[in-house]
């Protein structure tokens, strides 16, 4: 490390004591990459270092997380999607050089895009009037967001001015659209917890639709339809002895679950002293020991209830449903806007979307159901196909979990912890797609 040549010594060290020590190993286990993290303990540096893996969607084999005092040491096993040990330079310099700076915090900065927040209740169509009225107001979506759960829909669209290609500067303009969408957000029933607002700061987008959901209560909100018996097993224990608050889950495996629970925890101002997280088969068991920020348990009987329910949103709220479609095809105006008319002439209710535009390519996911919630019927999938292009939106099978048979590891990792494998994305992708390499194939 070089430094500044004003820096003093005293300087020198802190700096050295701050930044994390990361040691990524090929050597030690034959199935998998271990990452190792060594930092002073902070709060929030845990999702700053699970968020670096879950947004290159790696799948995290075994964790295990202690803090000792003042320091935290983190060992994740991690492989790509195909199971496969990371051999990628590319891959594992952008890890190592992104772990190591999470002690630098992040700093917002215009992106050129303009951001959207939505909140209102849930309901067949409601997209397909949203992206009609960007498309109306000449706003270009250039990524996009959409969870649903328990009736609520939360959404942050990334949009650009048509006309100027960058963020939307005009305050009139500004206040159109966020009244427009206001209006349609509410419906008839939703006067007092529809919300919209705009602005131009660059953020998280998954923790950022996490505090949204926080925000509007889902949690203490009940599901109108519910079909499925896959809910979470959350329980919450205090430890007296030892001062801490442990929290069990249990829930289907499934990509970015440890992140989604870690988010969670530090946005309700909890601090994870402890954790190991194990799967077997397709289901998954996180355990946590938990404090305040100030050092205490869980303190009463109303705020264990509390967290019992956040948490089991947490796992929910990207939980799969519906028939995943993939759209991809050449972006053009309004397309988004046609594509989501087509989903409610049909009955199709979107549950959860992911928008992006790669270029002058749109590569869209959509999990569609019919309108109370049932598996969408074939017939009306294949219909809405033929209107779309068949070459264009095509039915993918549901991220199913899978593992591999279990494997002796060199006992002198010395890590316990657990196997949490889950479908993601290559991660050459997802850089190509963060700007850090040239091609994906």
Known sequence: MEWPPC????????????????????????????????????????????????????????????????????????????????????VLNYIEQSLGSIHNGKTNHSNGLTILELTGTDRVGLLSEVFAVLAEQKCDVVDAKVWTHNGRIASLIYVKDRNSGTLIEDSQKISTIEARLRNVLKGDNDIRSAKTSITHAVVHTERRLHQMMYADRDYQRNPIFKFTSDSPLVTVQNWAERGYSVVNIQCKDRIKLLFDVVCNLTDMEYVVFHATIKTTIDQAYLEFYIRHRDGTPIS??????????????????????????????????????????????????VTRAEISTIGDMASNVFYVTDAIGYPADKKIIESVRQKVGLSNLKVKELAFVCHQKAEREDQAVGVG????????????????NLGLIKSCS
């Not at 948490?311 to 594509?339: F, I, N, S």
């Not at 479908?423 to 850089?431: A, D, Q, Y």
């Open 7 to 90: 820096t003093d010594e005293f300087e020198k060290l802190l700096i050295r004591m701050s930044t994390p020590r990361v040691v990524i190993d090929n050597t030690v286990c034959s199935t998998a990459t271990i990452v190792k993290v060594d930092s002073a303990r902070k709060h929030g540096i845990l999702l700053d270092a699970v968020q670096v893996l879950s947004d290159l969607n790696l799948l995290i084999k075994k964790a295990y997380i202690s803090s000792d005092g003042r320091w935290f040491m983190d060992v994740f096993h991690v492989t790509d999607q195909n199971g496969n040990k990371l051999t990628d330079e590319s």
């Open 300 to 349: 009463s009987e109303p705020e264990r209830h509390r967290v019992i329910q956040c948490l089991q949103a947490a796992v929910e709220r990207r939980a799969y449903e519906g028939v995943k479609l993939e759209l991809c095809m050449e972006d053009r105006q309004g397309l988004l806007a046609d594509v989501m008319r087509t989903f409610r002439e049909n009955g199709l209710n």
């Open 417 to 432: 912890g657990a196997v949490l494998l889950c479908l993601g994305s290559l991660v050459r992708k997802n850089l190509y």
